[in-house]
């Protein structure tokens, strides 16, 4: 469970990054508040996730998914570049987040 805990808090950072880019600096009220709502929701499941995952390990998983998770949405979505070093590196990240999963004894 907290590993699935883990993950819907990795996608709701992605969700955090994406609208704080559309919230234009808090001055559209849609995008703001769901910046917010976002941001609180993945931190808040994110402590609970701490609850039985070491908390190096949950926040190592945590922080790389939303890092790639929010790479990969700026590519499909807002025209980030797709150069192949970047695409290179968003793959270590992946694999560094399921290899953390994989190892771990939970």
């Not at 990795?10 to 009220?29: D, V």
């Not at 609970?48 to 979505?77: D, E, F, Q």
């Not at 987040?97 to 994989?102: A, M, Y």
């Amino acid at each position: 469970m907290a590993w699935a805990l883990l993950g819907i808090a990795g996608i709701l950072e992605i969700a955090f990054a994406f609208y704080m880019k559309g919230s234009e600096g808090f001055t559209r009220l849609v995008p703001g508040v769901l910046t917010v709502i976002t941001g609180l929701s993945s931190v808040f499941l994110l402590s609970l996730s701490l609850r039985t995952l070491p908390v190096g390990t949950a926040y190592a998983v945590w922080t790389g998914i939303g890092a790639a998770g929010t790479a990969i949405v700026g590519m499909a979505l807002l025209g980030d570049s797709t150069a192949p070093m970047r695409l290179l590196c968003i793959g270590v990240i992946l694999a560094g987040v399921i290899g953390l999963k994989v190892v771990s004894g939970n």
